[in-house]
Structure formats: structure tokens, C-alpha cells
């Protein structure tokens, strides 16, 4: 039984020193790198493993797990970087990276290198399920990562990874039914689906798209003991989500309170 404590105060900490960074006393950084289809992530831990500055943006580098714009990953790997080094006012040096679960053989060593091309030495390059273990700590079970464009899952036994599979639905989708039904743009979907507020209203539009998301884990994990699913990802923001895939896999499903940077704080501290 785990309480997500640990995870939520990382987590609450984390987006306070993205807003107000922690700086100076610290003789060592490590910063976790998370390219993701949706948003790049830069997390930076101090000498204590402690969170201290964080940055994010939403970029279209990534694609299902894939560098897409290299150049452009690039880029904003680096601008996100110095806009770090600025307000801590020391250089970064170690990063640690992750690639979805499945892909490295077809990745091509493609995120190794925009990292390194942003000028950091990698210290640690892991699977994203491995990553969001380090903050989640779960023994048994399924950790299912709703990103942008991929839903990972990842079945867990006695806290090692025994099963991953990774499958390009996520909440690039989530995005594309809201565009229709309500004659948006995507760009218009986007923002409105994270807005918190629209969440009630945009459940039942997105019911649909949630279960097909709940129909692939189900298949995923059907011939495993799985007792619980733990959700992480940017999509698992959308309130409500668990209970309707609580309800089409049959599975106790829980999510920790902001589930978008559990994997990006694993991965720092990994590095
Ligand atoms: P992938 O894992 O597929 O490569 P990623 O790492 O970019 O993608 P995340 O950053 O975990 O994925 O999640 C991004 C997704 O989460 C986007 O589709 C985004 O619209 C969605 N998202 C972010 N915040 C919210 C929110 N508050 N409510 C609903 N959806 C959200």
C-alpha cells in the first residue's frame, strides 16, 4: 500500500522552485531531462537530492517517444538549461534521460544525443517506467503513463519492471476529440483541456477516448497478477480519469495528486 506522501510533497516542491528556485550551497547538480511528446522537462536536484529549479515548456520535438526536430530538441533543451544556469548562477554539468519503454532500439540513441548536444554528459540513461519507480516506490503492480501521444505500461513485480509496452494513444487524441466536438483548433483544445475547471464538463466528451486508453492497458495486462494500476503522465491530469478506468479494467486505480512530473523528478534522480 503505498500513500503517494512522498510523491505529492516532491511534486508540490518541485513546482515551487519551478516558480522560485533554490539557489547557492549546493556543490553538486543533477538535473533529470524528460523529452516528451507534449512538454520537455528539465528538473534539477541539489547535492541532497532535493529539488532546487525546474523548467518546462510545450514543444512538438517528440513524437510517440521519437525525436522528431532534432535540432529543434536541441535547442530548447539548451535554452531551458541556461535559463537554469542563470537563476542558480552555477553551470550545470550531469543530466539523466529517459526513453519510453520498447524504444531503444528503434530510438537510435536520438535522445542520448540532444542531450549531450545541449551540452550536458549523461550520466544515466533509463526507461521512464524505471524513472517514475524512483519517486513512486511501488512493490507490485502497473504504473500506466498517459503522456502526449503514448500510453506506457509497465507491470511491476517485487519493485522491478517485469513487462513494458508502449502504445501511441494518449492525450494528443484527448485533444483531437475536443477540437471536433466543440469546432476548435487543436492549439484551442489543448489549452482548454488543462484547464481544470473545464474538466466536469469535458468527462463525458472524453469517456470514449478514456476507455479505449483503459482497453489497452486491459489487454496489456491480462495474464499478470496486476492488484493496482498507479497513473502518471501529463493526460492522467484530467480529474476523474482513474474512476472510469477503474471501472472498464475492473483494477483499483490511483493517481498521485499532480501526475506530470513524476517521471521527470524520477529521472533526476537517476542521474
Ligand atoms: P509522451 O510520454 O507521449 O512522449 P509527454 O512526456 O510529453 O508525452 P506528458 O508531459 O506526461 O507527456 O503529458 C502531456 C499530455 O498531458 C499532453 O497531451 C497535455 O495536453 C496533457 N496535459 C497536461 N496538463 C493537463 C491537464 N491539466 N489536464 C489534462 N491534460 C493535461
Known amino acids: 500500500e503505498i500513500t503517494f506522501d512522498g510523491c505529492n510533497e516532491l511534486v508540490s516542491r518541485f513546482e515551487a522552485v519551478v516558480k522560485q528556485p533554490v539557489t547557492g550551497g549546493s556543490s553538486v547538480y543533477y538535473t533529470g531531462v524528460d523529452l516528451g511528446t507534449a512538454c520537455v522537462v528539465l528538473v534539477v536536484l541539489d547535492e541532497h537530492y532535493k529539488p532546487v529549479a525546474g523548467a518546462y515548456r510545450y514543444a512538438d520535438v517528440v513524437r510517440d517517444g521519437m525525436v522528431v526536430d532534432y535540432i529543434g530538441a536541441i535547442r530548447i533543451v539548451r535554452e531551458l538549461k ?3 544556469e542563470e537563476k542558480l548562477g552555477t553551470e550545470l554539468y550531469f543530466a539523466a534521460a529517459a526513453i519510453p519503454p520498447g524504444t531503444d532500439s528503434l530510438d537510435g540513441g536520438a ?16 526507461d521512464e517506467p524505471t524513472a517514475a519507480n524512483a519517486v513512486l516506490k511501488i512493490k507490485n503492480g502497473a504504473v500506466v503513463d498517459i503522456g502526449g501521444g503514448t500510453t506506457g505500461i509497465s507491470i511491476l513485480k517485487d519493485g522491478k519492471v517485469v513487462y513494458v509496452a508502449d502504445e501511441p494513444t494518449g492525450g494528443t ?10 469546432q476548435m483548433s487543436f492549439q484551442e483544445a489543448e489549452v482548454y483541456k488543462r484547464k481544470e475547471e473545464n474538466h466536469k464538463e469535458l468527462l463525458p466528451v472524453l469517456k470514449p477516448v478514456v476507455e479505449k486508453v483503459a482497453s489497452i492497458i486491459s489487454r496489456h495486462i491480462k495474464g499478470h497478477d496486476v492488484q493496482e494500476i ?3 503522465g501529463g493526460t492522467c491530469c484530467l480529474t476523474g480519469i482513474e474512476a472510469i478506468i477503474e471501472k472498464q479494467t475492473g483494477i483499483r486505480t490511483r493517481k498521485p495528486e499532480n501526475p506530470m512530473f513524476v517521471t521527470p523528478l524520477g529521472i533526476a534522480f537517476s542521474c
Open 82 to 84: 541556461e535559463e537554469l
Open 111 to 126: 535522445i542520448k544525443n540532444v542531450v549531450q548536444g545541449a551540452g550536458f554528459e549523461i550520466t544515466e540513461l533509463l
Open 173 to 182: 487524441h484527448f485533444s483531437l476529440v475536443i477540437s471536433g466536438a466543440y
Open 230 to 232: 498507479y497513473l502518471v
